[in-house]
């Protein structure tokens, strides 16, 4: 009797060449994947390059072309000398203050004086890149590092150790150095992110044109026309004003002080103020 033959076939190579060809176009994919990201990742890099090498810095200002991005204007009113303990604490104060800015920052530094001229900026710089994030590919972190240092920290630091040591003044015409150093701080009403006004300083206003000390307050200031001569230039600025504390018979009203500036930051547009103090003990 003759042996049936089998039904059974053998399965054709090509199942497994097909199989073979799908793992080929996956591994075909991933080789793409890979190839399109290391692209990605030198376009990145030769695009920093690029912008690196073509941005330009105002030597002036240090700020780059296109103006700072944040401003931060801070307002010294020594016409009282401050104790060695608030100089110490003041000093901390500024150098956080300005450590933690970003980059691009414009740090701007006046004083309240009795003398019209030394209103305005005494110090208005951005904020260069300190060389702790530089990219060692493509920059030198030493030569940023020191650039950071001799053109901004240790100008502003020095200016900022010549403002401590003032004499006493007989006058504080507070709101007319603050609007001086506005005006005089360079791009303060168009910096594209945050601005800030920092304000250390007793806010006893005391010149021929307001004094608290003659019982003055909002309602002689706007019978006068003062509300019409406010410029509106603080719109949405924060305001931190860091007290300094006053005794004395003859000092101000608290009410009469607090009316004031309450209503003048109101009428200058800005946010509301933050109030801290210096503290003398």
Sequence with gaps: MARRKSSYKKKPSRVRRTYGSRRSSSNL?????IGVCVLVI????VGSQTLISNSKVNEATLCHTDGPVNVTAILLDLTDPLSNTQQIRL???IENEIASSSTDTMISLGVVSEEPQRWGSL????????????????ENPSLIADRYQREFLIPISDKIDA????????????????????ASTPDFTRARG?????????MLQHSDTLSFYRNQGWEYFSSRDGEL???????????????????????????LVENFWTRYFDRQGSKVPSVSSMGDL
Excluded: H
């Design 29 to 33: 994919g991933w080789y793409i994947a």
């Design 42 to 45: 030198v376009g990145v890099f």
């Design 91 to 93: 000093k901390t104060i």
């Design 123 to 138: 110090f208005a710089k951005c904020k260069p890149a300190t060389g702790e994030q530089a990219n060692a590919l493509y």
């Design 163 to 182: 403002t401590l040591v003032g004499q006493a003044e007989s006058q504080s015409p507070i709101m007319e150095a603050l609007q001086s150093l506005i």
């Design 194 to 202: 945050q601005r800030k006004f920092v304000i250390v300083s007793d």
């Design 229 to 255: 001569r406010l410029a509106a230039n603080l719109q949405n600025v924060s305001i931190e004003i860091m007290r300094i504390p006053r005794s004395g018979n003859n000092i101000p009203s608290r009410e």
